[in-house]
C-alpha cells in the first residue's frame, strides 16, 4: 500500500541550533517579536510498504537522523 | 611499495592533492571510485569535499554506502583509516569514530588557516610530532563543531589553539567541545581530522605540517 | 526582437515562422544571445598575441602557459537573475562560466567574483549580499573550484539592484582540446546532466530587458534552482570523456539552452542539425516543444559523438550516476530541424539562428566629469571617509566563506594584489579582476583604460608577468545614446589600454539592459588578468619595522 | 499574547530539488521504496503578537521564503 509520510527531526534539547538562531535574528531586526525558533529537518515523501510505521521509524534510525543529537516524529496516512 | 586508498564518492573534491600528498609522503596511492573494490590496500584515506553536496548532513549518505563495510574491516584489522573534514564527517556518521560534527557556531562554511597543539602522539599518524607541538594547516568547512555526549571516552589528537599553543576559546573557529579539532578511536588506527592536511603538504602553500602526518602514517603501515 | 528584424526574418523565409521557430528565433536574435549591439565594436579588441591560442569565439579562450599546459579563461554576468534571487542566480551564475571552461577540455581551477550592490544602509541591499555571497559559496565549494579572490563595491546607482560578475580558470593539456563546433555530418548529440524544466524560459530576453520595479514579485521563471552535485558529477565525467579522444565537439547549455547549444554547434562551420525535442528527458509534466526548444535548466551538456562511440561514452556518464539521452543529430544540410512526436515542428536555416545582423544605436557623447568639483575636505576628516567605506574595509568576511584552497595550489591567497595558482614545481598563475564604474562614469574611456592598469599592475605585484586579459562589460540599455556612447569610449579605452602594453583579449562577456526603473548603472567594464610567475620570486608582503617606503610613478 | 507557530516553506511545483533527489536516492539504496521526497523548510518559533497570522504571513514574505519561488503554509496556536 501507498502513504503519505512526513518526519520531523529535530535536535535534543539543551543543544543549540545555530541557524535557529541567525533566523530568529534576522526576524527580531525585521521588528517582529520571536522566540526560541528552531529549525527542525523536515522531510515529506510517498512510501510504498505493509508496515509504514516501522519503515519510517527505521529511516530515521538508519539515515535521516542521528541518534546521537536528534529526536524525531512522524505520521503516516494513506494516500487516497 | 605500501598503498593507500584515497576513496571518492560523488562529491569529494580533495581527492587529488591527497593523492598528492601521500605519494610524496613516500607511498603508493589510488583514487578509488565508491564503487570499486578495496583489494591490495595497506590503509585507507576518506578525503575532504562535499559528498553527495552535504545534504541531509555532511558525511551521512556516503556513510551509509557499501564500500564503507569494507573500510569498517581495514578498522577491525588495525589498518590506517584515515578521514580527513569530509573524511572525518563519514567517519563518525559510519560509527567509526565517536560523536557527531554540527554545524559551525556561526552557521557559515569558513576557510582559515588555524593553529593545531598536537594532544597525542602515539597515534600511527602522529608519532612524528613532538608532544604538545603547534602546527599550521587550514580548515574549510560548515559542520566541523564536534560534539560528544561524554567526552572523556574520547582520544583528542589536534586541539585548536593559539600561537603558543594556549587552547583558548577565541582559537576555537568552530564551537568545539574542548577546541577538539581531530581525534582517533581507541586503538589510534582510525583518525579523523578536520583541519586539511594535504594542503599543509607543500611549502609554497603556506607549510609542510601536515605533511609529517602522511609521513608518520606511511611509516608505521610499512611496518 | 524589433519590427524590422521581424521583418527581416519573414522576408528571409519567404514565410511567417511558427511557433516554435519563433520562440527560437527570438532566443537567438536577443541581444544576450546574439551581440547584436555590441559585435562591431568588440572587433577593435586586440585578440592575437604570442600567448593566445584560441581567442573569442569559442566558450572561454585559451593561453599558452607552456609547451605542456594550457589555461582556459573566460568570465560572465549573472546580473539579472541574482537581481531577483540572489542565491540562486549568484550560483548559477558560478555553474555557467564553469562549464564553459569545462567543455574546452579543462578542469576548472579557479574562480574570481567581481560583485557590486547598493549601499548597505538598504535591507534589500544587503539581503543581495548575503545572498550572492552564500550562492557562490556554496556552489563553487560543493564543486571543489575554489574562489581565489574578487571585487565587492558599493554604488549608490546599484540600489535594489546588483551585478555579479564570475570569472574562472581552467587548465589543460593541448591534447585534449575540444571545439565547440561539428567538422563532420553524422554525428550524434548526447544531451547529459539535469533533467529540463520550465527554468528560465525566456531568460535571454528577460536578461535583454529592464527590471521593472516589482521584479521579485513576478513569477519570472528565470529564477533556476542551483545543483552544484550534478555540476560536480559533470566535470568529472566530462573529463573523463574527453581523455577518450571521443568527443568530436563539446557546448554547454546556457541562455538559449537546447536551441543556442546545438545550433552554434552544428552552424559554425555549415552543418545542419536535427533535433528530436520529445526525447529530451522532462523534469514537468505537459511541456511544450518551445518550452523544451528554449528552457535553460542548469548543468546540463550537449556532446557531439561518432555514432560508434556512443555506447562508450554512455557508460563514463553512467558511472557518475547522469543520465544521457540522444537528441539529435548532424546533418549535412544547413538546416536546423525540430521533430516532436515526429511532426516536423521547426525547418530554419541554421544562420537564420546563428548569423544575426548587428544593430546600430545612436550615440551621443557626455561629459560627467566637467561638472564635478573636488572636494574641500581636511585630511583627517578624508581619512576616515576612506577608512570608514565598505568599498574599502577588509573583504575577508567575503573570501572566508569561500574555499579558496581546494585543489592545493593557492599560493597567494585572497587579500593581496593578485592570487597565485600554482601549477608546476617552478612556476604559478597570477589571476585577479578589477573595474571602476565611478571612474568609468567620469570618463568611460579612462576608466576603461583604468580598470586595464590596474588589473596589469596588480599582476606585477605579485612578480608576475602579464599574460592575456578577459573582459566583462555591464551596461545599461544600449538604447540610450548615452550609454552606447559610452559603451563604444569604454571598448576604445579597452583596445587602447591593451595594445600599450602588448595583451590580448581572449574571452568576454556583454551584458546590457542593467536598469532597474529607468535607472541606468554607471558603465561597469570589469577586467581579468592572467599572468605567470616564478613561485620563489613571489614578493613578500606586509609592512616590517625597518623596510623603507618608497613611491613609485606619481 | 504569545502564540506558538510552525511555518512550512516548500519550492513551488516544478522547480529542481536536488536536496530531496539525493536523499530519496539514499533511502531507496537502503531497501526503502520511497517517492516524491521533498525537503521543506521548517520553522517552529514562539511569537509574541496580537495579529499572528498576519505576521506570520508577512515574515514569510519578507524572509523566510522568497514569492518568486516558495509556497508556504503556517499554523498558529496560543501558547498555554
Ligand atoms: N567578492 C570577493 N571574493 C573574493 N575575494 C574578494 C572579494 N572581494 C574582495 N576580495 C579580495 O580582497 C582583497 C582586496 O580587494 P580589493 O579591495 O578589491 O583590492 P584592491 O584594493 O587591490 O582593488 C583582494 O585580494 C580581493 O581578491
Redesign the interface.
Known amino acids: 500500500m501507498k502513504w503519505k509520510v512526513k518526519v520531523i527531526v529535530r535536535l535534543k534539547e539543551g543543544l543549540n541550533d545555530p541557524e535557529g538562531r541567525v533566523i530568529q535574528n534576522a526576524l527580531r531586526n525585521l521588528g517582529f517579536k520571536v522566540e526560541n525558533l528552531r529549525v527542525p529537518k523536515y522531510f515529506e515523501f510517498e512510501l510504498e510498504s505493509e508496515n509504514p510505521e516501522k519503515e519510517a521509524e527505521e529511516m530515521c534510525r538508519k539515515l535521516l537522523a542521528n541518534p546521537l543529537i536528534h529526536t524525531w516524529e512522524y505520521s503516516v496516512e494513506p494516500v487516497s | 611499495m605500501v598503498k593507500f586508498a584515497v576513496i571518492v564518492f560523488p562529491g569529494t573534491n580533495c581527492d587529488f592533492e591527497t593523492e598528492r600528498a601521500i605519494r610524496k609522503a613516500g607511498a603508493e596511492a589510488e583514487r578509488v571510485w565508491y564503487k570499486t573494490s578495496l583489494k591490495d590496500f595497506d590503509g585507507v584515506v576518506l578525503p575532504g569535499g562535499f559528498s553527495y553536496a552535504d545534504y541531509l548532513r555532511a558525511g551521512a549518505i556516503a556513510a551509509r554506502q557499501e564500500i564503507m563495510e569494507k573500510v569498517k574491516e581495514f578498522a577491525r584489522d588495525g589498518k590506517p583509516v584515515l578521514g580527513i573534514c569530509n573524511g572525518f564527517q563519514v567517519l563518525t556518521e559510519a560509527g567509526l569514530l565517536p560523536g557527531a560534527l554540527r554545524p559551525n557556531r556561526v552557521p557559515r562554511f569558513i576557510c582559515r588557516w588555524v593553529h593545531l597543539k598536537v594532544a597525542d602522539t602515539e597515534t600511527p599518524f602522529t608519532q612524528f610530532y613532538e608532544p604538545g607541538e603547534v602546527i599550521r594547516m587550514p580548515i574549510a568547512h560548515a559542520e566541523g563543531n564536534y560534539y560528544a555526549d561524554d567526552p572523556s571516552k574520547v582520544r583528542i589528537v589536534f586541539q585548536y589553539s593559539d600561537e603558543e599553543g594556549n587552547i583558548t576559546e577565541e582559537a576555537n573557529p568552530n564551537g568545539s567541545l574542548l577546541n577538539i579539532a581531530a581525534i582517533a578511536n581507541e586503538k589510534g588506527n582510525v583518525l579523523g581530522t578536520m583541519p586539511h592536511p594535504e594542503r599543509a603538504s607543500d611549502h609554497f602553500l603556506g607549510s609542510e605540517d601536515g605533511l609529517k602526518l602522511f609521513r608518520s602514517m606511511v611509516e608505521w603501515a610499512r611496518g | 526582437m524589433f519590427p524590422h528584424e521581424e521583418k527581416l526574418i519573414r522576408e528571409r523565409l519567404g514565410r511567417e515562422p511558427n511557433e516554435v521557430e519563433k520562440a527560437m528565433l527570438e532566443v537567438m536574435w536577443s541581444e544576450h544571445a546574439s551581440y547584436k549591439s555590441s559585435r562591431p565594436f568588440l572587433k577593435l579588441l586586440p585578440t592575437e598575441n604570442e600567448h593566445v591560442v584560441l581567442g573569442p569565439g569559442e566558450d572561454a579562450g585559451i593561453v599558452e602557459f607552456d609547451d605542456e599546459t594550457w589555461i582556459v579563461v573566460g568570465i560572465e554576468s549573472h546580473n539579472h537573475p541574482s537581481a ?2 540572489p542565491y ?1 542566480g549568484a550560483a548559477t551564475g558560478v555553474g555557467g562560466i564553469v562549464r564553459d571552461i569545462l567543455c574546452m577540455g579543462a578542469r576548472p581551477m579557479a574562480l574570481l567574483d567581481p560583485i557590486r550592490f547598493g549601499p548597505l544602509e538598504k535591507e534589500r541591499n544587503r539581503y543581495l549580499l548575503q545572498g550572492v555571497v552564500k550562492g557562490i ?2 556552489y563553487g ?4 573550484v575554489p574562489t581565489v579572490g574578487g571585487e565587492t563595491e558599493f554604488d549608490e546607482s546599484l540600489d535594489n539592484y546588483t551585478l555579479v560578475n564570475v570569472a574562472c580558470v581552467g587548465i589543460m593539456r593541448p591534447e585534449h582540446l575540444v571545439h565547440s563546433y561539428v567538422e563532420e555530418a553524422g554525428l550524434k548529440l548526447i544531451l547529459v546532466g ?2 529540463t ?3 528560465g524560459i525566456h531568460g535571454v530576453t528577460f536578461a535583454s530587458e529592464e527590471l521593472s520595479e516589482n521584479a ?5 521563471s528565470a ?8 555540476e ?2 559533470l566535470i568529472e565525467a566530462t573529463l573523463e570523456t574527453v581523455y577518450t579522444g571521443k568527443v568530436r565537439a563539446l557546448k554547454d547549455l546556457g541562455g538559449g539552452g537546447l536551441t543556442c547549444a546545438s545550433s552554434e554547434m552544428a552552424g559554425k562551420k555549415g552543418f545542419g542539425a536535427v533535433i528530436y525535442a520529445d526525447r529530451v528527458p522532462l ?2 509534466p505537459n511541456m511544450s516543444p518551445v518550452e523544451v526548444m528554449i528552457s535553460e ?2 548543468e546540463r551538456m550537449l556532446f557531439a559523438v561518432r555514432e560508434e562511440d556512443v555506447e562508450e561514452i554512455g557508460k563514463i556518464f553512467e ?3 547522469l543520465e544521457w539521452t540522444v537528441v539529435g543529430e548532424i546533418i549535412n544540410e544547413p538546416r536546423y530541424i525540430v521533430y516532436w512526436n515526429g511532426e516536423k515542428v521547426a525547418d530554419l536555416p541554421t544562420e537564420l539562428l546563428t548569423e544575426v545582423p548587428t544593430i546600430q544605436w545612436e550615440m551621443k557623447p557626455y561629459s560627467p566629469e566637467r561638472g564635478v568639483k573636488t572636494p574641500e575636505i581636511g585630511f583627517s576628516e578624508a581619512f576616515e571617509l576612506v577608512w570608514s567605506s565598505p568599498n574599502v574595509l577588509s573583504k575577508r568576511w567575503v ?13 597567494v ?1 585572497p587579500g593581496r594584489d593578485a592570487a597565485v595558482l ?1 601549477i608546476n614545481e617552478r612556476y ?1 598563475l597570477a589571476f585577479v579582476a578589477d573595474g571602476n564604474p565611478s571612474h568609468s562614469h567620469l570618463n568611460p574611456y579612462h576608466g576603461a583604460m583604468g580598470a586595464v592598469a590596474k588589473v596589469v599592475r596588480n599582476l606585477v605585484s605579485v612578480g608576475a608577468e602579464p599574460l592575456a586579459l578577459v573582459d566583462n562589460l555591464n551596461f545599461a540599455s544600449p538604447e540610450r545614446p548615452e550609454i552606447y556612447w559610452s559603451f563604444a569610449e569604454t571598448v576604445r579605452g579597452l583596445a587602447d589600454a591593451a595594445r600599450a602594453f602588448g595583451l590580448a583579449y581572449v574571452s568576454g562577456n556583454v551584458s546590457f539592459y542593467n536598469e532597474v526603473v529607468d535607472r541606468p548603472i554607471k558603465p561597469t567594464p570589469v577586467v581579468a588578468g592572467l599572468g605567470k610567475v616564478e ?1 620563489e620570486k613571489i614578493p613578500g608582503f606586509g609592512l616590517k619595522e625597518g623596510l623603507l617606503i618608497g613611491i613609485v610613478g606619481v
Chains 1, 4 share one sequence.
Do not use: C, M
Not at chain 3, 141 to 144: A, L, P
Not at chain 3, 223 to 230: A, S
Not at chain 3, 399 to 411: F, I, K, L, M, S
Open positions: 531577483i534571487e540562486g559559496a556554496d565549494n560543493r564543486i571543489g539535469n533533467k524544466g520550465r527554468d521579485e514579485e513576478e513569477d519570472r529564477v533556476q534552482i542551483p545543483d552544484p552535485f550534478t560536480k558529477l523534469r514537468e535548466s542548469q558511472k557518475y550516476g573570501w572566508e566563506g569561500y574555499d579558496h584552497e581546494v585543489q592545493g595550489r593557492t599560493v591567497k600554482k604559478g613561485l
